[in-house]
């Protein structure tokens, strides 16, 4: 039997049991099917912005209720201000929910023969360039020679991260580039906000110079400095610019103003959850592309190492514990020469950067620290940010390396580094799962494919053939998709699946079968008539998803014209 034209069952979520009846047809090909998909892995890799996989209940609650804090803006009476940046967590990160984002923020100083000065006195370093009112808001004070444009980085996997341990990341620092291969990075040892007295330090890990070391130090540090919510780990305000009278006159909630919510948590925790329990983002084709070689052979790999595992502590999640990721960074504090953004924080000196994360890096718009490299195709913005790590420091030779290369080896290299982040059946890469993919996959079926050919997108099991092992794994991946599994023939294969495999006419590419009957759009209680009990229905979910009837993945009033022009019986 040729199972990539072979049919297969559909099914509903992650369960592969087969359903109680099967056509005869049906019958020929389900068991050798199910035969060569219990040795496949056809397990999709989550999209950017999921959970954790493995997750305990408590600890997915605990990601939901974060994720809705980490969505909510703050309010003056709840804290926010004085001076701010942004009034909540998602407005920076939002690319996807707790990714990159464009927001930029600025440091100032002053430069004292070569060497970067704070100014307490007058609110450095970082400038918070909102406020609850006119008289609060901050300026960069005329006395600063130096202000650096910061982008928001990512907080995907930040549990992850943390969980690697100290160990591991100083293991590769080299101060004084004892192999002479130009590259010396180094640990940015710090102390956690959260840390006891006598605790040792932490190897820095988050941030642009590494000057985190806990995910819960990030929640607290950026909540006053960002949003200006005083917490237990940061109780006091900063004052506008330094003036403690101003901030009298500004701020009238007693801090610290973060508290804590029924269940004993405060905000800080809250959003330490969610970005605890983030998942790492997708790589595909996950067995990796020769574009890899490329990139190890420029010299990127030094810094940007590929694979960490975690630690293996029995306190650990067993979610978080002892797993392999693939974030492409060393966490490593480098001279990165003129790309330096000229600001001293704690250990880190001018020149000095930790190693950015490159995983989802397909999404990062604008990309450097500065966000120069900005707009524009992925190759075009990638290419920019690559050369911008010379002529000098210590990416000089990878940027020199990367300059030289053929143009073949070139558009490898950046072939793969649009992996980073992509979702297994996103062929046309707008980070959508749809029609448009599963016409895409169907151009591919039966074909032989490789991990640097297109098709390798849609070879979930990474077999060398897209076929129907990867078509069932699409029926349960699309979106903004009415029914995936609807089987209009009653034959016992999704319809989805007689499509790709050739046997339901589909001429329109709507993903209805043309014999198939014309659904009955906003009839939500499949009664055959849209009426009022369907419209209360649409009203009720009104700016969610779930009265959504034009697969824009929101209830509006696109939706509510669909529904009233499908009004009446659907017979």
Excluded at 492 to 514: E, H, K, Q, S
Aim: aromatic share 6%; proline share 6%; net charge negative.
């Amino acid at each position: 039997m040729d199972i990539a034209r072979c049919h297969f069952v559909s099914f509903a979520g992650p369960s592969l049991e087969p359903p109680m009846q099967y056509s005869p047809l049906a019958l020929a090909c389900v068991m050798p099917l199910l035969s060569t998909l219990a040795m496949a892995d056809v397990t999709l890799q989550p999209k950017a912005g999921a959970p954790l996989e493995g997750l305990s209940l408590s600890q997915m609650e605990a990601f939901t209720i974060g994720s809705l804090s980490y969505q909510t803006p703050l309010t003056i009476a709840t804290g926010l201000g004085p001076a701010f940046n942004k009034g909540g967590c998602m407005s920076c990160h939002a690319n996807p929910l707790g990714g990159w984002g464009a927001i930029a923020v600025t440091r100032f100083g002053m430069d004292e023969k070569g060497e970067f000065v704070d100014i307490p006195e007058l609110g450095g370093s970082l400038l918070q360039a909102e406020a609850i009112s006119q008289a609060c808001r901050e300026v960069i004070p005329p006395e600063a020679t130096v202000t650096a444009t910061r982008i928001t980085n990512s907080s995907l996997a930040f549990g992850m991260i943390e969980a690697i341990p100290d160990a591991s990341i100083s293991t590769n620092e080299d101060p004084t580039d004892s192999n002479l291969d130009g590259i010396s990075g180094r640990v940015h040892w710090v102390l956690p906000l959260e840390a006891t007295a006598g605790s040792p330090l932490r190897a820095g890990r988050f941030g642009w110079k590494a000057q985190v070391a806990t995910v819960l130090t990030f929640s607290g540090d950026a909540s006053r400095n960002e949003m200006g919510l005083t917490n237990r780990l940061v109780p006091t305000e900063t004052a506008p610019n330094g003036d403690e009278l101003l901030l009298s006159q500004c701020d009238s909630v007693a801090d610290p103003e973060d508290f804590a919510d029924v269940n004993g948590k405060h905000f800080i925790d809250r959003v330490t959850d969610f970005q605890r329990y983030l998942g790492p983002p997708p790589q595909t084709p996950k067995s990796g592309m020769s574009g890899e070689s490329v990139f190890n052979a420029a010299g990127c790999a030094s810094c940007h190492i590929a694979s960490w595992t975690t630690a293996n502590s029995k306190g650990l999640e067993s979610a978080l514990r002892n797993k392999t990721i693939r974030p492409y960074s060393d966490f490593l504090l480098h001279d990165m020469g003129t790309l330096g953004d000229g600001v001293q924080q704690g250990d880190a000196t001018e020149q000095e950067f930790r190693t950015p994360t490159l995983w989802n890096l397909r999404s990062r718009d604008p990309m450097l620290h500065n966000g120069t490299a900005a707009g524009g195709l992925f190759a075009d913005r990638v290419s920019s940010a690559i050369l911008a790590h010379g002529p000098f420091g210590e990416g000089a030779a990878s940027a020199a390396a990367f300059e030289a290369l053929s143009a073949s080896d070139k558009s490898s290299l950046i072939t793969f580094l649009d992996s980073l982040g992509r979702a297994e059946f996103d062929f046309d890469g707008d980070g959508v799962r749809d029609l448009e993919d599963f016409t895409l996959l169907r151009s591919y079926a039966g074909t032989s494919t490789n991990p640097n050919l297109p098709g390798a997108v849609g070879d979930v099991d990474q077999n060398g053939i897209v076929n129907a092992i990867d078509a069932m794994a699409f029926v349960g991946a699309i979106e903004n998709f009415e029914d995936p599994t609807r089987d209009c023939n009653s034959n016992g294969i999704a319809d989805l699946v007689d499509i790709f495999n050739g046997t339901m006419p589909d001429a329109d590419g709507d993903g209805r079968g043309d014999n198939c009957p014309t659904p009955c759009v906003g009839d939500f209680n499949s009664d055959g008539t849209v009426d009022a009990s369907d419209l209360a229905t649409l009203l009720n979910a009104w700016g969610t998803a779930g009265g959504d009837l034009n697969a824009d993945a929101t209830t509006d009033a696109a939706d509510l014209a669909v529904l009233l022009n499908g009004w009446g019986s659907c017979t």
